[in-house]
């Protein structure tokens, strides 16, 4: 496994971010935003993916619908390919800056583990989907409208006889948002000294205690995987994609920092400002969104039984 997580590059993380960063804050609605969608599809395809485009209505309260998209793809189970985690950031962005670190680190993160895995010589025993949402600022219109469309096909071999299951059982779902940048609060100029990854889940959810345990897994994860920031667990989960899922599906979120005690609280002074940009990230920064992405891959890897196979 620490081979596969060693395959993750800060070069190719960075360079993610900057290529979502170039269309700007992509708020939804925009055509900034829709450019950002068909990228994120390229670079899947690019990979050797086969993405899938969810369509859904994003009106609330209008009588004219609104139709939006989203993006995400599967590296299939080759074991267990009904079965799948869910790995999962928002690409919409506001602020009226390049969104740089909310969502692009999160969304760069994903795409970063879709290239690693997507290499001809690795297999995952169970399925590990992509999913890039799309007005996740707008109130989680995206994992949400996923949610309603989705969570009655878990499990369905379609067509019957065919090994095919569009919507394997969700066994877990991990989001990433705003994942660069603990500088502690009041804020300091570099990382803090005690910069980590914040795994969350939600106490008041029906899947709490699975929840929990899929967060330890990610903590034990960063512990054996990520080389320089440690992770910590807590249990109030909000604001953010996983929430969809919490009643229905293990769920877990990670960032920076916690979402209402310390981004809630002023930790980010770039969050949702013309300044969340890439020039204003350090390379530590960087280098701590990397540390998430070698957390959740590695815990991945344990979960869905990934390995390399020797090629022909
Ligand atoms: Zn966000």
Known sequence: ????????????????????????????????????????????????????????????????????????????????????????????????????????????LVLEIARVLASSDIETGRSIRFALWNNEETGLNGSTAYVRQRAGLQGIED??????????????????????????????????????????????????????????ALINANRTFATEYPAVLSNAMSNTDSAPFQDLSPAVSLRENRRLYETGNGANPHWHQPTDLVVTFSDADFRLGLNAAMTTLGAVARLAAVRIVPEE
């Not at 060693?6 to 708020?27: C, K, M, P, Q, T």
């Not at 859904?56 to 799948?84: F, I, L, N, Q």
């Not at 989001?175 to 502690?184: C, I, K, S």
């Open 1 to 108: 496994m620490a081979a596969v997580v060693d395959r993750l590059d800060l070069v190719s993380y960075r360079a993610l971010i900057e290529g979502l960063a170039r269309f700007g804050d992509r708020r939804q609605g925009t055509e900034r935003n829709a450019l950002a969608v068909d990228w994120i599809e390229e670079r899947l395809v690019e990979w050797g993916y086969e993405p899938v485009r969810l369509h859904y209505d994003y009106a609330p309260g209008s009588d004219t619908p609104e139709p939006r998209e989203e993006v995400y793809a599967t590296k299939v189970g080759v074991d267990e390919p009904g079965e799948m985690y869910v790995l999962g950031a928002h690409m919409d962005g506001i602020g009226e800056g390049q969104a740089a670190n909310d969502d692009g680190s999160g969304t760069a």
């Open 159 to 216: 067509p019957p006889g065919s090994g095919l299951y569009p919507e394997p059982r969700w066994l877990g779902m991990i989001q990433h948002d705003m994942m660069m940048w603990d500088h502690g609060n009041p804020v300091t100029h570099e990382q803090a000294f005690d910069a980590d990854v914040d795994v969350e889940f939600q106490l008041n959810s029906a899947r709490a205690a699975e929840s929990a345990a899929l967060g330890v």
